[in-house]
């Protein structure tokens, strides 16, 4: 069986420098909020170009955070707008419902899977606060126009980055540098992955960077003083020593996984099968490789026959889920056409040449 993705080559490609890691956190004696975490925050924050780079401990807390953040200071309040993809990880959507704030749901573009800008305008209203866009599957949206309207509307912009690792624009510029703030997820099968959770939040405001750091500690800038009604969302040392570790390879993984992408995308041509529309090379990290293919389930079965693991990235829209009942007389047309043609296929720094040539084969053979 092809595995859709190895976790277990992946962090054997490491193994020697993860247990060096783990040896020296063990023998530290000290196992949060120290210098592995100081250490990590500066060579993230060095890696997005970015003033800050604050160490929480998942992806989901890191959004929910920024949200919680602008509430404090005054920016956001409760029962305020936010516009974010109908099509995103439910993630990017529970963090502001966390916050008591309100999800507008706007279409992604269908080629791309990512914010269609030219949906933003609409979806504006008097209290509309800010825009989160989901650098989908790897792919940078496009930031340009986005805080073109964002500028103009008087709205921040906080990047959903938990699948965009290093994904660049055409002047170098790195996911997590564009908008206000951003959210990262080092859950292990994001393109950087810890052996457990981890997250990350970048910035370059003083202000907000100051703020988040007391929430993420129980509302404490000073030990025993506390400014806000906190959180516990720590980073701590042995996954941020873990992820000093993976992220000297990361861009390596990346070309690895562009090298496939890239054969992907000249070699499969089935009719069937649509491929995923990429604006720049650079702009895209692939945490997944995603096609649409209007049989889905009956592609999935074939597949899965040839010995190849495929996985729906995701199966039922947002405003399908339960947990959003008032979303589930919506319609979305767009995002549910994508929920229901998407298929991820195998993509990792670990995959050999006879399996990429033998996925593509079996592919072009589907009829
Ligand atoms: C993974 C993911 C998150 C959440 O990250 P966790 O670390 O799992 O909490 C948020 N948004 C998107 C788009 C994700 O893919």
Avoid at 325 to 345: A, F, G, R
Avoid at 348 to 353: N, R
Wanted: aromatic fraction near 8%; glycine fraction near 6%; charged fraction near 20%.
């Amino acid at each position: 069986m092809i595995k859709f993705l190895d976790l277990y080559q992946i962090n054997q490609m490491h193994k020697t420098q993860l247990i060096e890691a783990f040896e020296r956190v063990l023998d530290s004696g000290w196992y949060i909020m120290g210098s592995e975490l100081k250490k990590f925050e500066n060579e993230f924050a060095s890696y997005c170009d970015t003033k800050y780079c604050i160490g929480v401990a998942n992806g989901l807390d890191a959004l929910i955070l920024i949200i919680r953040a602008y509430k404090e200071l005054g920016v956001f309040k409760e029962g305020d707008e936010i516009i974010v993809p109908s099509n995103t990880y439910i993630a990017s959507i529970l963090a502001i419902s966390a916050n008591n704030l309100v999800p507008v749901l706007v279409e992604p573009e269908i080629s791309t899977y990512n914010l269609d800008a030219a949906k933003i305008q609409a979806a504006i209203t008097t209290k509309t606060v800010a825009i989160l866009p989901v650098h989908l599957y790897g792919q940078l949206c496009e930031m340009d126009k986005l805080l073109s309207i964002a500028k103009q509307h008087n709205l921040k912009v906080i990047e959903d980055c938990a699948q965009s690792h290093g994904a660049t624009d055409s002047s170098g510029k790195r996911a997590g540098n564009f908008g206000d703030a951003a959210g990262f997820s080092f859950y292990p099968g994001k393109n950087l992955g810890a052996l457990g959770d981890a997250g990350a939040i970048t910035t370059n405001d003083d202000v907000l960077a100051e703020t988040i750091k007391a929430l993420l500690n129980y509302g404490s800038h000073i030990k025993y003083q506390n400014k806000f009604k906190g959180i516990n969302s720590r980073l701590d040392e042995l996954q941020a020593a873990l992820l000093s570790v993976k992220l000297k390879t990361l861009d390596q993984e990346t070309e690895v996984k562009r090298e496939i992408a890239s054969r992907y995308l000249t070699e499969i041509k089935n009719p069937k099968v649509i491929l995923p529309d990429v604006k720049l090379q650079e702009a895209h990290v692939w945490h997944l490789f995603v096609v649409r293919v209007q049989q889905r389930d009956d592609f999935q079965r074939y597949l899965t026959e040839k010995q190849i693991q495929t996985v729906i990235h995701y199966p039922i829209p947002p405003h399908k889920q339960e947990a959003y009942k008032e979303w589930n007389n919506l319609t979305y047309p767009i995002s549910e056409k994508i929920h229901n043609e998407v298929l991820s296929l195998p993509i990792s720094a670990v995959m050999t040449t006879s399996e990429v040539d033998a996925i593509i084969g079996a592919i072009n053979k589907w009829y």
